[in-house]
């Protein structure tokens, strides 16, 4: 009989845990503190009441494992956690256990842990991808201009060049999103290896288009020079 009840608390611990929504938002790699409210039955917890907690990781192992939070007031209860335990992006759970006079209660919740240390939002994806297509419809219309205009080598070379940086930029907002939305370590440096080869590749597009205009001054104002000694010294200009 005491392992069927056993077994029936610990699926309703399971059931809660799965179901529970997301109560607050943490950025990844900062110190911060996870506040949470409790009550004996149906009552705040006063001041003199005690409660430890645990809280897991993502990947289910033990970040905290019953450890004595400080009593707020109002109910409320607060531990604080450091940069290494927030350093996994993802859901963690969270359990308490607090007692007064002789009375226990529980509270269960899930935090989650992002880059942003805010609430993903699909006005902010929308308005995300509405950026994205911008800077590639700018990217596109810069390459057709590279392929079509008649202009002089240095102007065609230059549309290309900010074509390519431009799509660059759309490609880095993508991986970069991508790298906040993955919680798998191997994807995310994935991810992140990109973001740090692309910046490499912004310095060589701008080096490449500052070595083509300086290399076409020169030419412009040697071809100024050789017309001025021409005219100078009575010579036939071709």
């Not at 990844?28 to 996870?34: A, G, P, R, T, Y």
């Not at 940086?165 to 991810?191: C, H, R, T, W, Y």
């Amino acid at each position: 009989m005491k392992k069927i009840i056993l077994l029936l608390m610990m699926g309703m611990f399971l059931i809660s845990l799965a179901s529970a929504e997301t109560s607050f938002y943490i950025r990844q790699n900062s110190i911060s503190d996870v506040k949470f409210s409790c009550e004996i039955n149906g009552a705040v917890c006063s001041s003199t009441a005690s409660c430890n907690i645990t809280i897991n990781y993502p990947n289910s192992s033990v970040m905290i494992d019953n450890n004595r939070t400080q009593n707020q007031g109002n109910g409320y209860f607060n531990i604080s956690i450091n940069k290494t335990q927030t350093a996994i992006k993802g859901e963690y759970n969270a359990r308490a256990w607090c007692s007064e006079r002789g009375l226990n209660g529980t509270s269960v919740f899930v935090y989650e842990v992002n880059p942003a240390g805010i609430r993903p939002s699909d006005q902010k994806t929308s308005s995300i991808n509405i950026g994205i297509y911008f800077i590639f419809g700018i990217g596109i219309i810069l390459f057709i201009a590279f392929l079509f205009v008649k202009s002089i080598q240095p102007l065609k070379w230059t549309f290309f060049i900010f074509s390519f940086i431009f799509m660059l930029i759309g490609l880095n907002i993508i991986f970069v999103n991508m790298s906040d939305a993955v919680v798998n370590p191997k994807l995310e440096s994935f991810f992140d290896n990109f973001t740090a080869i692309s910046t490499y590749m912004y310095w060589f597009a701008a080096g490449l288009l500052i070595i083509i205009w300086a290399f076409t001054f020169i030419n412009t104002w040697l071809y100024k020079k050789n017309l001025e000694n021409i005219k100078k010294y009575g010579g036939e200009m071709l």
